[in-house]
């Protein structure tokens, strides 16, 4: 089903199917069916609002770099178990290179970040060394890419 992102998402999270069979020129059954047809197959994972982090206070975002001591499972797992208790931490994600992983930390002002840095990142086992890179400005912004 090839359906413009503008109908689909239309500022909101999700849209009823009839407005959707409205937008791609379907009736509601078949429409139904496709989605329900996406999400069994695992394409269509969720359905979530996106949210101003900037109007909720967390004005700062930071990306993090972090390299581990060892890359051994053990070490891997404390890791990843330490940052999943962390509210600061938006996004992780394991990499290649010289990095073992790429954080996005958003915070209300650099002096938080700056708490939540020597406070908690750097006092995770393992960490061995940190390089944080802050944004100027976002220059595009996506979900999930589609054919």
């Not at 330490?82 to 994600?93: G, N, S, T």
């Not at 992983?101 to 002002?109: C, G, M, P």
């Amino acid at each position: 089903m090839k359906i413009r992102s503008s109908v689909f998402f239309a500022g909101r999270g999700r849209i009823s199917i009839q407005e959707l069979s409205e937008g791609i020129g379907l009736s509601p059954t078949p429409v139904a069916r496709r989605i329900r047809h996406l999400e069994e197959r695992g394409i269509i994972t969720g359905y979530t609002a996106l949210i101003d982090e900037a109007a909720l206070g967390f004005e700062v975002s930071v990306f993090v770099s972090v390299q581990l001591d060892k890359q051994i499972d053990k070490a891997l797992e404390e890791f990843e178990a330490a940052v999943k208790l962390m509210p600061e931490v938006v996004d992780c994600w394991l990499m290649t290179g010289n990095r073992d992983y790429l954080l996005r930390i958003a915070t209300r002002s650099l002096s938080t970040f700056e708490t939540f840095l020597t406070g908690k990142l750097t006092k995770i086992s393992g960490v061995s060394n940190i390089e944080s890179s802050i944004p100027i400005r976002r220059v595009k912004m996506g979900i999930a890419r589609t054919p």
